[in-house]
């Protein structure tokens, strides 16, 4: 079974998919190894970790998707990459999806911002008109051609244009062929029960960013309500700059790393990493 297969057999089940945020391939070995399912990059994270700024549309299509292919080839889990607005119209945006295909992603975020984009719990975003994201959704579908690829269509709308017009959105974008509809950033619970009302039959994602505009509720509560995918996007990214900066942080005043806590062990570090099933493959060729 593909793992867009094994996606979408995820997607029939009745569970809701907790789904962790990735930004490279040590951190998504860790979501496999702790047992979830699925793992999605973050566009954040991957902007962060190799650019070293934030998500603002400085990631180019070609570093993006280099850093996604690199994951997805780390893991034996499907894997959802965060491709922004596709990195253009809709020629881009088939280019995009067969390249996802080709890298052997189960499935990609496409969302209908302005470029450049901004992370969707930013101030200030825009978005392009309903029809040509659609457009661009007919696209995708049509660039993936028998792969499976589950193609989750992002609406950003909520922001600048309202609740009713991300939901009119939402049904544009369903009608286009998107598998599934995140309608990014609503701002209560009262506005994450319309949505779940508004697509009774469509799976729906929440985006639970610690800090950001959505309320914080539990993953059981978000499947009360009618949710299908929740994503936790920078809660990884968060905790592990944070410990960082209490290493380097201890490592400056102390000069040592003793009694820092909560260090991995360095043989188990080694076992993540394969290395002793690597180091037998090395003897098998020198004898």
Same mark, same amino acid.
């Given at each position: 079974?593909?793992?867009?297969?094994?996606?979408?057999?995820?997607?029939?089940?009745?569970?809701?998919?907790?789904?962790?945020?990735?930004?490279?391939?040590?951190?998504?070995?860790? =979501? *496999?190894?702790? /047992?979830?399912?699925?793992?999605?990059?973050?566009?954040?994270?991957? !902007?962060?970790?190799? $650019? #070293? %700024?934030?998500?603002?549309?400085?990631?180019?299509?070609?570093?993006?998707?280099?850093?996604?292919?690199?994951?997805?080839?780390?893991?034996?889990?499907?894997?959802?990459?965060?491709?922004?607005?596709?990195?253009?119209?809709?020629?881009?945006?088939?280019?995009?999806?067969?390249?996802?295909?080709?890298?052997?992603?189960?499935?990609?975020?496409?969302?209908?911002?302005?470029?450049?984009?901004?992370?969707?719990?930013?101030?200030?975003?825009?978005?392009?008109?309903?029809?040509?994201?659609?457009?661009?959704?007919?696209?995708? =579908? *049509?660039?993936? /051609?028998?792969?499976?690829?589950?193609?989750?269509?992002?609406?950003? !709308?909520?922001?600048? $244009? #309202? %609740?009713?017009?991300?939901?009119?959105?939402?049904?544009?974008?369903?009608?286009?062929?998107?598998?599934?509809?995140?309608?990014?950033?609503?701002?209560?619970?009262?506005?994450?029960?319309?949505?779940?009302?508004?697509?009774?039959?469509?799976?729906?994602?929440?985006?639970?960013?610690?800090?950001?505009?959505?309320?914080?509720?539990?993953?059981?509560?978000?499947?009360?309500?009618?949710?299908?995918?929740?994503?936790?996007?920078?809660?990884?990214?968060?905790?592990?700059?944070?410990?960082?900066?209490?290493?380097?942080?201890?490592?400056?005043?102390?000069?040592?790393?003793?009694?820092?806590?909560?260090?991995?062990?360095?043989?188990?570090?080694?076992?993540?990493?394969?290395?002793?099933?690597?180091?037998?493959?090395?003897?098998?060729?020198?004898?």
């Amino acid at each position: 079974m593909s793992y867009c297969q094994q996606l979408r057999e995820l997607l029939t089940r009745p569970e809701i998919i907790v789904i962790p945020g990735v930004y490279d391939c040590l951190s998504a070995k860790l =979501v *496999e190894k702790a /047992g979830f399912d699925v793992a999605a990059t973050s566009g954040f994270g991957i !902007a962060a970790s190799t $650019l #070293g %700024l934030p998500d603002y549309g400085f990631l180019t299509a070609t570093e993006m998707l280099y850093s996604v292919g690199r994951i997805a080839q780390s893991i034996n889990i499907p894997l959802i990459a965060d491709c922004d607005t596709g990195y253009g119209n809709a020629l881009n945006v088939m280019r995009t999806v067969k390249d996802a295909v080709q890298l052997g992603l189960a499935g990609v975020i496409l969302e209908d911002q302005e470029w450049p984009k901004k992370c969707g719990h930013f101030e200030g975003k825009r978005v392009i008109p309903m029809t040509e994201h659609a457009g661009k959704i007919r696209a995708a =579908v *049509e660039a993936r /051609g028998d792969s499976g690829l589950v193609i989750i269509a992002r609406t950003d !709308a909520r922001a600048p $244009l #309202g %609740l009713e017009e991300a939901i009119a959105r939402g049904q544009s974008y369903i009608n286009a062929g998107a598998d599934v509809l995140f309608v990014e950033a609503p701002q209560s619970v009262g506005e994450l029960q319309t949505i779940a009302a508004a697509f009774p039959d469509v799976p729906l994602v929440a985006n639970i960013v610690e800090g950001g505009k959505t309320p914080e509720i539990s993953v059981d509560e978000l499947q009360k309500l009618g949710f299908k995918i929740v994503f936790f996007p920078l809660t990884a990214l968060m905790a592990v700059t944070e410990v960082m900066s209490n290493c380097f942080r201890h490592l400056k005043e102390q000069e040592n790393t003793a009694n820092f806590p909560g260090l991995m062990n360095f043989r188990d570090f080694q076992e993540l990493m394969d290395v002793p099933k690597y180091l037998q493959i090395e003897k098998q060729y020198q004898e």
